[in-house]
């Protein structure tokens, strides 16, 4: 993670915490079971200790709605998990019942977790202040747009130049696919962010692009489940005597091509439903875009990690007499889709190879559009 990246986490971390008051929740609880412990019969600090906890939980929840599954992954590489985890609510209700008899029990150990919190909070507010001190800066959306990010990891790589520029030339190829799409020319692709160990390259699309590559990114996430779910199918029937190996492995590994094939085809269907015929390019769009959708899968399978970011405009307001005007769903869709984009770990060798995509055209007298469509 570099400096730009850094300081947007702590400063997103940071703006949760004072949005959804967990650290005061905290102290409420824990003074509420100092209480309760100097007088445990007493009703009232029973019922403002369980009051207390709903509190804790009601923030806790809030907040990790609030993280999408990547930025859950880069609390946990600035050492936050422990601190902005669902768990926190949920260890302090066991402790608490597994100590009813001596409630003091609990209140210390929150006081503890309480004191180490805080320490951490301490910790990215120096940071955070340091960072800006020595000019690091982070990049901020405009209302109304939005940006998808590729992590690629090293690995797909192999940390050679020739191998990183060969990936970036695949997410190019994938992105003017599905801005062919979704608005009709392959549009500028501007660098937003690079960050690193593993490499994050963010771009300013359309957001009518970054809702077609979020889909399908969706799509993939899907697909890899069902392919799973056949993998661990293979694994088990291959522990069985009565079958061979190698005709196990066969079978399943044709049923598997076969479920990504038919996947594939229905959502190319979905895609270029909609699409005209420009030009009779729908073909090669349809070849462009068969291959977008299979190196997606292929790069997933291998680690690769999408996130999107979004800027909503306002709410339309509704004239009076009127009903509101339609909000745009491309936003709505994107807000959704970046909260449920998470990436598991796929165990075993990949299954799909890396293919190359299909020869590029020349592209002269394309223009590409604003990002943004004009009010």
């Given at each position: 993670m570099n400096n730009s990246k850094l300081l947007e986490t702590i400063n997103y971390v940071l703006s949760l915490e004072k949005t959804n008051a967990v650290q005061t929740r905290l102290a409420e609880l824990h003074a509420a079971l100092a209480n309760l412990a100097s007088q445990p019969t007493q009703p009232s600090h029973q019922s403002a200790v369980a009051t207390a906890l709903e509190a804790l939980n009601s923030a806790v929840t809030k907040m990790r709605d609030q993280l999408t599954p990547t930025q859950q992954r880069y609390v946990f590489e600035i050492n936050g998990e422990e601190f902005f985890s669902n768990d926190i609510a949920s260890d302090t209700g066991k402790s608490i019942a597994q100590n009813a008899a001596t409630p003091t029990v609990a209140a210390e150990q929150l006081k503890s977790h309480l004191d180490e919190r805080e320490k951490y909070l301490a910790r990215l507010r120096q940071l955070q202040g340091d960072l800006k001190a020595i000019g690091v800066t982070t990049t901020k959306l405009e209302v109304g747009e939005a940006e998808i990010g590729?992590?690629?990891?090293?690995?797909?790589?192999?940390?050679?130049?020739?191998?990183?520029?060969?990936?970036?030339?695949?997410?190019?190829?994938?992105?003017?696919?599905?801005?062919?799409?979704?608005?009709?020319?392959a549009e500028k692709i501007e660098i937003r962010q690079i960050s690193t160990t593993d490499p994050i390259f963010t771009f300013l699309l359309a957001?009518?692009?970054?809702?077609?590559?979020?889909?399908?990114?969706s799509w993939a996430l899907e697909t890899w489940k069902s392919v799973e779910e056949i993998r661990h199918l293979r694994a088990q029937t291959a522990q069985l005597s009565v079958f061979d190996g190698s005709d196990v492995e066969k079978l399943f590994d044709e049923k598997i091509e076969q479920t990504i094939d038919e996947r594939i085809d229905a959502k190319?269907?979905?895609?270029?439903?909609?699409?005209?015929?420009?030009?009779?390019?729908?073909?090669?769009?349809?070849?462009?875009?068969?291959?977008?959708?299979?190196?997606?899968?292929?790069?997933?399978?291998?680690?690769?990690?999408?996130?999107?970011?979004?800027?909503?405009?306002?709410?339309?307001?509704?004239?009076?007499?009127?009903?509101?005007?339609?909000a745009d769903p491309v936003y709505s869709d994107l807000t959704q889709i970046s909260k449920n984009l998470e990436f598991p770990r796929i165990e075993g060798d990949p299954i799909l190879s890396i293919e190359p995509p299909p020869p590029e055209k020349a592209e002269s007298g394309r223009k590409s559009p604003p990002h943004v469509p004009k009010k």
């Amino acid at each position: 993670m570099n400096n730009s990246k850094l300081l947007e986490t702590i400063n997103y971390v940071l703006s949760l915490e004072k949005t959804n008051a967990v650290q005061t929740r905290l102290a409420e609880l824990h003074a509420a079971l100092a209480n309760l412990a100097s007088q445990p019969t007493q009703p009232s600090h029973q019922s403002a200790v369980a009051t207390a906890l709903e509190a804790l939980n009601s923030a806790v929840t809030k907040m990790r709605d609030q993280l999408t599954p990547t930025q859950q992954r880069y609390v946990f590489e600035i050492n936050g998990e422990e601190f902005f985890s669902n768990d926190i609510a949920s260890d302090t209700g066991k402790s608490i019942a597994q100590n009813a008899a001596t409630p003091t029990v609990a209140a210390e150990q929150l006081k503890s977790h309480l004191d180490e919190r805080e320490k951490y909070l301490a910790r990215l507010r120096q940071l955070q202040g340091d960072l800006k001190a020595i000019g690091v800066t982070t990049t901020k959306l405009e209302v109304g747009e939005a940006e998808i990010g590729f992590l690629l990891p090293r690995k797909i790589f192999e940390n050679d130049l020739d191998g990183l520029i060969k990936e970036l030339s695949t997410v190019k190829r994938v992105v003017r696919a599905f801005s062919e799409v979704s608005i009709g020319t392959a549009e500028k692709i501007e660098i937003r962010q690079i960050s690193t160990t593993d490499p994050i390259f963010t771009f300013l699309l359309a957001p009518a692009t970054i809702v077609a590559i979020a889909k399908s990114v969706s799509w993939a996430l899907e697909t890899w489940k069902s392919v799973e779910e056949i993998r661990h199918l293979r694994a088990q029937t291959a522990q069985l005597s009565v079958f061979d190996g190698s005709d196990v492995e066969k079978l399943f590994d044709e049923k598997i091509e076969q479920t990504i094939d038919e996947r594939i085809d229905a959502k190319l269907n979905e895609l270029l439903s909609k699409v005209p015929d420009r030009n009779g390019r729908k073909n090669e769009e349809r070849n462009l875009l068969s291959w977008s959708l299979r190196s997606l899968l292929a790069h997933i399978e291998r680690g690769v990690v999408v996130e999107v970011k979004v800027l909503p405009p306002p709410t339309p307001k509704a004239e009076e007499g009127k009903p509101p005007p339609p909000a745009d769903p491309v936003y709505s869709d994107l807000t959704q889709i970046s909260k449920n984009l998470e990436f598991p770990r796929i165990e075993g060798d990949p299954i799909l190879s890396i293919e190359p995509p299909p020869p590029e055209k020349a592209e002269s007298g394309r223009k590409s559009p604003p990002h943004v469509p004009k009010k």
